[in-house]
């Protein structure tokens, strides 16, 4: 025991303290958030100033067209196309908009702008926001319709879903649990194969630089591999912690730094993915109503992490340890490895959907898949989605694989550690696992 | 003492006897040559030794108990010959992480590791990294990392490849010192000419097989084929003849000669003698050992050792 701890704390030591370590663990975070922050920045601060001349001929506008520090409108009166062309040319203006004489207000408009050069997406999208919102007003006021009462016509029904149990379904329970199986399910799968290949890539190393044998002799082969397996597991662990606070801070930190960014976000209508699931979270608000048990998620996916990492970790350092220099052999030895990992993955992106079906269970319950489909289904609420046998089941079954396979790679391990010359197949592989030592 | 004894070691792979049958005894203090051609069952010999493999069949007996892999790792040092280190650790930190693994205490380790970089000059390596040592210097690592711990049993297999002359010496040296302070040194080599100057005892091993046990002088003796120098003062005006001898070979006044059977060397003196030939030198010829080892070695035909299939069992 006191070996696989020495082992362990060497792994771990010499991975923590090298600079590239330091680099992927704080920078990448960083970097990622820059340049997050450095897209939405400038695509939102498009310097692009627009002073747009509107000749509005029919005066549907009634002189009412509000603008903003990057966009200003300009009533003109008695000027042509041609005129105003010029005045483009002379750069008085950078557009004109120009309403015929006939338009009426209650029908549709056609409004033509015309602009210097080609106007970038954030700054259409706004021009076209603020003219719609004018004509809105303008029509309003033609059918005599106050803003209040507009607001209450559009006033939605309080729909409420529920089960016969009685449980509350509301549908942003659903949506903030799809994001956090759908997420907590691809981070493991991630952790799966950085780390896995960690783990594999160490081994490689150790049978490539022939010091294999020299502590095999001081060691028992199983206490090497199981060392190892542990050492990078801390190092997945910390790194992830690191990165969980890092970015959660700086999730707070970004709308403190660039307030009137996030006004922006969202006030444009480039509302992409990310943000409407930061809505959902918003509007649903983990405070609020919603029944999400997040003590038991985090110590559930804290649990697959483990145990999905112990799985896979000891395969690839079964494979590790068959291969030679070459990392092509290594290839095709990891495909039988990688495969269970994407299937799971399909699986789980099934599962988060339909969190009941029979895919999902099956892939639930099944260690090589569980790690990764589990995780999408706990979000889902366990004692009523998943029952607490399933996850009981799901959870033996994955201790019992995890020990089957550390079983199986620490017998291949030890005779692929020291077996140099062509690469095995996985059927030899095998039969070294059932050999008598 | 005995400090190791092997009873019927077996240990078959899937194409290979490796190791069929081996039994021996080392003596505490002895230096212990295990000689065989490539691919004979050394390795795999000395892996059961130090408890990678377990035997199929068989026991070792280490220090009077049955080994157990366990507790007397702490005994064996062991320099297999596919070594290594990592290479980006530092010297001193690899040195003290291989005492630990081995069961050493951290300040016993850094003591000791401290004795023998002084012992060896290697006191300026301590924060280097094994990428900037050359081959020669990394192996003078190696030999500090197995002795360290002051095993009982020392292995070391093929102990001197890539060392120059002088480091070569330096380490010899010390493996005489080694076995001087009672530790037993296994060493196992092709190189023969080591051998001779090294060992007390040898043991070769073919095919898997133990077919020579003995000490180096009683195995030259085993193995002489009654040759004699002799030098005469003066080249002689005759043919040598006699029933005793013959002359094998003949280089002016040096002469080689090969006793008949049922004679002895005092017959072929007296030739001389009463042909009025003087005699200036006259001593035994006994092969080297690597004519032995040639000689038992080529008629097995070892060289190009085939596959077979064998019975798991």
Redesign the interface.
Known sequence: MNKIALIARREFLTRVQKKTFLLTTILLPLLFFGFYAMIIYFSVNSDEKYNIAVADEANVFNNKLEGDENISFSFVKGEDEQSLKQDIEKDKYQGYAIIPANANILDKINISIVTQKSVGLMSRGKIEDKLNAALEQQRLLALNISPAQLDSAKKEGNIQFSTVEGKNDSGEEIGMSYAIGYVSGFLIYIVLFIYGAMVMRGVMEEKVSRIAEVIVSSVKPFQLMMGKILGIGAVGLVQFIIWIILMTSLNFLLPLIFPQLAAQMHDSNMQNGAMQAADTLKNSGLIGNVNINMPLILGCFIFYFIGGYLLYSSLFACVGSAVNEDPQDAQSLMLPITMPIIFGIVIMTKAVNEPTSGLAVFGSLFPLFSPIVMMARIAHGVGDVVPVWQLLTSMGLLIVGFIFTTWFAGKVYRTGILMYGKKPSWKEMWKWAFRRY | MNILELHHLKKYF?TQKAVDDISLEIEQGSIFGLLGPNGAGKTTLL?MI?????P?EGEVILDGKKFD??TD?IK?G???E????????KIGDQAL??A???GLSKSDAVQKIKYWFEKLEMQSWWNKKVEDLSKGMSQKL?FV?TVLHEPKLIILDEPFSGLDPLNANLIKDEIYGLAQKGSTIIFSTHRMEQVEEICDHIVLVNLGRKILDGSVQEIKHRFKEHKFNVQLSNVPSIILESPAFHVAEEKANKYIVRINDGYKSNDVLKYFIEKDLNVDGFNEILPSLNDIFINLVEDTKATTRSFQNIE?N
């Open positions: 899937a892996r130090t408890g990678i493999f377990y199929d892999p366990l790792i064996i062991y320099m297999p596919e070594r290594g280190l990592y290479k980006k650790m992480y291989l630990q693994l081995k190696q990392t798991a």
